[in-house]
């Protein structure tokens, strides 16, 4: 099966996080409307902070509408780099303060030891979820599945019955915890948030051949679901 992909260009990136934001909107608001509750998964690093500000700004039921991440490292929230922190700064802010947000780290002292109430919070959200963003990085991983991970051929399973995974790699930095394969691509919509010139020829090469263990974005491209990749440079 040959799964089209739409690649979606702008400008700048406030032009993309502008329409990214009426994307994830529209797929909220429609799961809202269908269910009464509608769940959202977003990714941090450094790229979504202009998309979170205008997200935000949505007129949407928030109170009816869980956040969470799709990723996170495994640090506090004082950090800088906790990505529950970024979304607590940048979108549950005025109208989107109402949403329920479901972090994925706690005060365990690892993933594997925080696995198990991770897992129970999230039990309060919504599935599957109205909609999942994803970034990419140099390297080609999205979410914390990283070449070289130790449980990444785990979490790319798309049979695989788990639904979040910890995940220890050399170029993740910190211990990380990840939802799964399986999890993102049951969502209603799932979008691929990059930004830079220098993204376009990472993307490229993971629309090529290869493993997708060398490059895991590969295992999302190359499922049987669209996608849409929001770019600018």
Known sequence: MVVSHTLHEFAD?????????????????ARVERDGLASLALSGGRTPT???????????????????????????ETSDR????????HLLKGKA????????????????????????????????????????????HTASFFPGGDHLEEALDPEGTLGLIPMHAEGAGEPRITLTLPVLLAA?????????????????????EGPATDMPIRAVLRAERPLDIFWAP
């Open 50 to 76: 202009r998309f979170f500000e205008e997200l935000s700004t949505r007129d949407l039921p928030w109170d009816k509408i869980g956040v969470t991440l799709v990723d996170e490292r495994w640090v506090r």
């Open 188 to 208: 209603d919509a799932l979008a691929l948030h990059i930004e830079g010139m220098a993204k376009r020829p990472v993307l490229e090469k993971a629309l090529g």
């Open 82 to 89: 906790s990505n529950a922190r970024l979304v607590r700064q």
């Open 13 to 29: 990136g406030v032009a993309v996080a502008n329409a990214l934001a009426d994307y994830v909107a529209a797929a909220l608001a």
């Open 97 to 140: 303060a109402a949403a329920r947000f479901i972090p994925l780290a706690n005060d365990a002292p690892n993933p594997e030891a925080g696995l198990f109430a991770v897992n129970e919070s999230l039990e309060e959200l919504s599935w599957p979820l109205a909609c999942a963003v994803l970034g990419m990085g140099d390297d080609g």
